[in-house]
């Protein structure tokens, strides 16, 4: 079982940035890919970015590469997403998401792929 705690959210112009934090509970954090994932108001929840368990590999979304990066903290079990440049598009709810990184794997982007989710950080971006 692992549980996730999110926190960081908050009011940002555009163009700032903010760092959000997941803090997981479990002693088998280092066994679980990470992910984030965001639901703008009145829209599906989607996929924003990824890291695997060891941290050497990280997928984005299109429209954040280069803005935001996702990385990981095994000894502290954290994982962290940093985002500049932010937009009002990016205002949502932001998830973390957890799920073992070991085969048979699933399609990384699809929110069925992960087993466990954390309760969400509200990040408003204003023009």
């Known amino acids: 079982q692992v549980q996730l705690v999110e926190s960081g959210g908050g009011l940002v112009q555009a163009g700032g940035s903010l760092r959000l934090s997941c803090a997981a509970s479990?002693?088998?954090?280092?066994?679980?890919?990470l992910a984030w994932f965001r639901q703008p108001p009145g829209k599906e929840r989607e996929f924003v970015a990824r890291?695997?368990?060891?941290?050497?590999?990280?997928y984005y979304k299109d429209s954040v590469k280069g803005r935001f990066t996702i990385s990981r903290d095994n000894a502290k079990s954290t994982v962290h997403l940093q985002m500049s440049s932010l937009k009002p598009e990016d205002t949502a709810v932001f998830y973390c998401?957890?799920?073992?990184?070991?085969?048979?794997?699933?399609?990384?982007?699809?929110?069925?792929?992960?087993?466990?989710w954390g309760q969400g950080t509200q990040v408003t971006v204003s023009s």
């Open positions: 998401a957890a799920t073992l990184d070991r085969p048979p794997y699933k399609p990384f982007r699809s929110m069925n792929s992960y087993n466990y």
């Open positions: 890291i695997s368990a060891s941290g050497d590999a990280t």
């Open positions: 479990g002693r088998t954090f280092s066994s679980y890919a």
